[in-house]
């Protein structure tokens, strides 16, 4: 039977996991201001072997309610260590878990997680295998094209379907490839017409006009945006119509310092120190990107403190 999404929704628009930047605090406020109608925890991040599967620091992530359903993203490489992580999870409070099959970076890829088990087709079928009865809600995976070649997805389809998966999240780079190259939608659209699974596009989302292309050449079950989402602080309204397609520089710099301000309130809760406050405000403000403001939103990321940083954010509307 073709699986479905669990979200009484037509069309999810759902935030992207991305590690170091949607925790809970970007999370909350992006629900508040962007609504997403799903968002993702970044990965978590499976301890092999211990008795503490996932780090406290993570099992906050995961009990954390940021006012939109949530799926939590694991990311690790043996199947009992994946069910140990999942049953952990569940019990925190999570009812969607999510594999990930894409991580292109260091540690994970030297240790077979993430991206790397692309490689290994019986072991992603084991792994799911595994998780499939330990998950609540909908289990799902989110993957890139294939390991060194955008060809090598077709052959996980059978597995996904076969372990139960209810939806998959593709985006259509390989591991190898890293975020070079664009994302080839013409395997977003390949895969959705290969599969009765519901398949959500990742990839180079930046405008209300992307999001309608690749909506109407792949014809996915809903988008998934992430780097977009933190460059346009209002880009879900954007796609939906409730905000304007085509922003102004000067109405996009206004919500940028909105949004600035908005989520300083929550980081001031969750780190310590002014240091670290800064430096995780500035990891968000360096993916802003604003037509003809290149230069304003460089000498923000090169502030001292939050006063020059926020001050910095000010004058963006007026340069
Ligand atoms: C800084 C950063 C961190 C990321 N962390 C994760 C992660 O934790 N899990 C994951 O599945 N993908 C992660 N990704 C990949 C994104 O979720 C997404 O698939 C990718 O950026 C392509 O979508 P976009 O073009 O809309 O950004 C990360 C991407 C970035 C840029």
Not at 205 to 225: K, S
Not at 241 to 256: D, F, H, W, Y
Not at 263 to 279: K, N, S
Not at 305 to 311: G, K, Q, V
Request: proline share 6%.
């Amino acid at each position: 039977m073709p699986s479905s999404l669990p979200w009484d929704c037509d069309f999810p628009l759902i935030l992207a996991p991305m590690q170091g930047l949607t925790n809970r605090g970007m999370r909350r406020v992006m629900v508040e201001t962007s609504r997403p109608d799903v968002v993702f925890t970044e990965f978590v991040r499976v301890r092999p072997g211990s008795n503490r599967p996932v780090a406290p620091s993570d099992l906050a992530e995961i009990a954390f309610d940021p006012g939109a359903p949530q799926v939590v993203q694991l990311i690790g490489r043996r199947a009992e260590d994946l069910a140990a992580a999942a049953r952990t999870a569940v019990a925190a409070g999570a009812v969607h878990i999510n594999l990930n099959l894409g991580c292109p970076f260091g540690r994970m890829t030297a240790n077979s997680g993430g991206g790397a088990l692309l490689r290994e087709p019986e072991e992603v079928r084991e792994i799911l295998a595994a998780l499939r009865p330990l998950v609540p809600g909908s289990l799902s995976v989110k993957t890139r094209a294939g390991f060194d070649d955008p060809g090598e997805i077709f052959a996980f389809l059978d597995i996904f379907a076969d372990t139960g998966v209810d939806f998959m999240v593709i985006h259509p780079r390989t591991v190898t490839q890293r975020y070079r190259g664009g994302a080839d939608h013409r395997i977003t659209a390949r895969v959705v017409a290969e599969t009765e699974m519901p398949v959500i596009a990742n990839g180079d989302i930046r405008t209300a006009a992307d999001a309608a292309r690749v909506r109407e050449f792949c014809r996915p079950a809903g988008l998934m945006l992430g780097r977009g989402a933190l460059s346009d602080s209002l880009l879900f309204e954007r796609i939906r119509g409730r905000a304007a397609a085509v922003p102004a520089s000067i109405e996009r710099a206004l919500e940028a310092a909105a949004f600035l301000r908005r989520l300083h309130r929550e980081y001031a809760e969750m780190f310590c120190g002014e240091r670290q406050v800064l430096t995780k405000l500035k990891a968000a403000a360096s993916h802003i990107e604003i037509d003809g403001l290149e230069r304003p939103l460089r000498k923000l990321l090169r502030t001292g403190n939050l006063s020059t940083f926020f001050a910095a954010a000010e004058q963006l509307a007026a340069d």
